[in-house]
């Protein structure tokens, strides 16, 4: 998961940055309104945290012409700001959630893994892809029962792929969803934990979880045969 | 508005002062109609009873003798019942009626008020020749005669009484309405203070939009009351709203304060981590509290400042104040290669707690140094002349934009909208330089200098220090 977040205090998003990345979330930080808006823009965003005063841009106008550019990545503002009115027309003009400053870091982790899960269409927080199963919460794999260990970089691949069940997952998608700026593009590395993930979840007994279609990318099995 | 003391009406006390005034007009008015009817009736009065006596003068005529005797013919004379007369010749009454009051007989004047059985009679007497058989050859006889007739006056009294009593009845009636028509007439005319009223009462704390009522404002004497009031609620409501927005600014800066400190310690608290990792990240936490206490700090000082003045004398020297700024600020200074030029020529004694002298001189200083390009100079001059003290601080930076500088004095302002705080500070310095400028009668200002950078002025009402106090102060200090 990568995730957009947009605030101008420098000591909050630090903190902020660096609990989604404890979590296994990629994050990349702009500081000001306009770059905000042109990192958002490119829509390879599971989620954005949206602070609403900015400089260069304000929240509401990043949010209003990220909307009008039919961009629909999930919108979690974070306000200092009292008052039901502004809420209220937040929630209209398309943020999908909102905090209000001072607010629990562990709740703004939660709500933003909710906003990408009910995005990608999973209202439950436990994923299941033919006998596999994905604890959302506790970052755990099971496979037919049994317990699956899998590094924070293959269960982030797994993760993402369970969100997207029967689509084609190209490597480059996957690079701009998995990490963020301060990461080496290098496509290699896709292949490599695939090549690793497929290898754990590879139990006696159960079918190949992972299909590879060539030049075109990763999808994840879904043709159950139970 | 409820008041336990009496209340004034209006529409009473005009009620009353104009029915008095008619009441007063009418008992002049009746007065004089009095003397005027009286005068009017007793002329006529006089002419009727003169009238008649000249009737009995006239019937006095030849007796039926031989002689030149006379008698009184009374054939023609119309005599009311209550008359009395007298017609007499030198030595002889020719006739009489009544009962004659002796005085009034032998009364030398022609006319005469006395009263007959308790009864006020008027008498007129009149005294005549009569010559009898002028076609004689002898040209007649004269005989002197003397008439006294009179009647009782109470009649005319009556008629007098009738007339007063017919204007006194008609005032009264006018009054009444009067009085009527003006309870109606000052109703219409107060309406427009119940509208004004009206229009006051919408007001509340929420609702501040307040214009008078058209009626109120076509109003000669109300249109004042009713500017005032304008004014002042729109004075009311402006430094409402500044209140408001301070106090929203304020939530705002802290909660974003809190919300660092309590994320700094939610995410050290979110695993185990090493003893390296804990110290770090307490470290972080205590200096994201710190710049809590700061604003905190600095918000006290503000409402502190805002405070109306507890009228104490003090003072103290703005060169001293000056000098323990500049040493405050030299680190930051050599930290960002920005050399601070002075230039003080006198002293000036200023009516400030010392605290806040420094306070307001370093605040900016450091304002000036952090704005300045770096390597560049501040220059710094203090003059006083008649009673006036000028610290000017000019840096050589980027300058302050137009539009920004009338807001650059508001709380929290950073000259962005979105009160970036990267280039540090709370944004309450320069508010609360001004708060302590205005608070002794000074003021500050801030302005480009035509030379390029910030040129900020600063105003104090201040007295001339010797050199050799300057010293004292300096020591004491």
Redesign the interface.
């Known amino acids: 998961m990568r995730v957009l977040l947009i605030e101008d205090e420098q000591r909050l998003a630090e903190n902020i940055a660096t609990a989604l990345r404890e979590v296994g979330v990629a994050v990349d930080h702009a500081e000001d309104g306009e770059d905000g808006y042109q990192f958002g823009q490119q829509g390879v965003y599971d989620a954005i945290v949206l602070d609403l005063m900015l400089p260069g841009k304000s929240g509401q106008s990043i949010l209003h012409d990220l909307r009008k550019r039919k961009i629909h990545t999930p919108v979690l503002i974070l306000t200092a700001l009292e008052g039901k009115d502004s809420i209220v027309q937040l929630l209209n003009s398309g943020a999908d959630d909102y905090l209000s400053k001072p607010f629990d870091l562990g709740e703004l982790l939660a709500r933003i893994k909710a906003l990408i899960r009910r995005a990608k269409g999973a209202s439950s927080p436990i994923l299941t892809v033919l006998d596999v199963e994905i604890d959302t919460i506790r970052q755990t794999v099971s496979r037919d029962g049994q317990s699956i260990e899998l590094s924070p970089t293959e269960y982030r691949i797994l993760e993402y792929l369970a969100h997207r069940p029967r689509a084609i997952v190209s490597k480059q998608e996957m690079l701009e969803h998995l990490y963020d700026f301060d990461w080496e593009h290098n496509s290699n590395v896709i292949e490599a934990h695939i090549s690793n993930l497929r290898r754990k979840l590879n139990i006696i007994g159960t079918e190949p979880l992972i299909e590879t279609l060539r030049h075109r990318g990763y999808r994840l099995r879904e043709e159950a045969h139970r | 508005m409820n008041s336990t003391k009496a209340t004034v009406s209006i529409t009473r006390r005009l009620i009353v002062t104009v029915l008095s005034l008619e009441i007063i007009a009418a008992i002049a008015l009746v007065g004089a109609i009095t003397v005027h009817e009286r005068h009017l009736q007793f002329t006529a009065f006089d002419a009727s009873l003169r009238g008649t006596a000249e009737s009995l003068m006239g019937a006095v005529q030849d007796a039926e003798d031989s002689g030149d005797n006379v008698m009184l013919d009374l054939r023609s004379v119309h005599l009311p019942k209550d008359s009395i007369f007298r017609v007499a010749e030198t030595g002889r009454v020719l006739g009489s009626k009544g009962d004659l009051p002796d005085a009034v007989r032998d009364s030398a004047s022609d006319k005469l008020d006395d009263k007959v059985h308790g009864r006020p009679y008027r008498f007129v007497i009149l005294q005549g020749v009569r010559i009898i058989d002028p076609g004689n050859a002898n040209k007649g006889t004269a005989h002197s005669v003397r008439v006294i007739y009179g009647m009782p006056t109470k009649r005319i009294w009556h008629e007098v009484l009738e007339a007063i009593r017919f204007f006194v009845v008609a005032t009264l009636i006018l009054l009444g309405v009067t009085a009527l028509l003006l309870v109606w007439v000052i109703r219409r005319d107060l309406q427009p203070i119940h509208d004004l009223a009206h229009e006051a009462e919408r007001i509340t704390g929420a609702d501040w939009n307040f214009s008078a009522p058209e009626s109120a404002r076509q109003t000669k004497e109300l249109r004042p009351l009713a500017d005032a009031l304008e004014a002042a609620l729109s004075r009311l409501q402006q430094s409402f709203a500044q209140q408001k927005r301070f106090t929203?600014d304020a939530?705002?800066e802290l909660?974003?304060d809190?919300?660092?400190?309590?994320?700094?310690l939610?995410?050290l608290s979110?695993?185990m981590r090493t003893a390296e990792e804990y110290r770090a990240g307490l470290a972080?936490g205590l200096d994201?509290l710190t710049r809590l206490e700061k604003t905190v700090q600095k918000l006290l000082t503000l409402a502190r400042l805002e405070q109306p003045d507890d009228g104490r004398s003090r003072d103290c020297s703005l060169r001293a104040a000056l000098e323990e700024a500049m040493h405050q600020s030299k680190s930051y200074a050599d930290l960002r290669s920005i050399h601070i030029d002075a230039i003080v020529e006198d002293d000036a004694v200023v009516p400030l707690d010392r605290d806040d002298a420094v306070l307001l001189c370093s605040n900016i200083l450091m304002n000036a140094i952090q704005h300045s390009t770096s390597g560049s100079v501040v220059e710094i001059t203090l003059v006083e002349e008649s009673a006036t003290a000028r610290l000017s601080i000019r840096d050589h930076g980027e300058g302050i934009s137009e539009a920004d500088r009338q807001y650059l004095f508001d709380p929290f302002y950073r000259g962005?909208?979105?009160?970036?705080?990267?280039s540090g500070g709370t944004g309450l310095g320069l508010s609360i330089c001004r708060a302590i400028c205005q608070r002794i009668g000074g003021s500050i200002d801030i302005e480009n200098h035509p030379a390029g950078g910030a040129l900020v002025t600063v105003t104090l009402p201040a007295s001339l220090q010797p050199r050799s106090a300057v010293m004292s102060n300096n020591i004491s200090a």
């Open positions: 929203q939530a705002h909660k974003t809190v919300a660092i400190v309590k994320s700094s939610q995410l979110m695993r972080r994201d962005d909208l979105s009160r970036s705080r990267k």
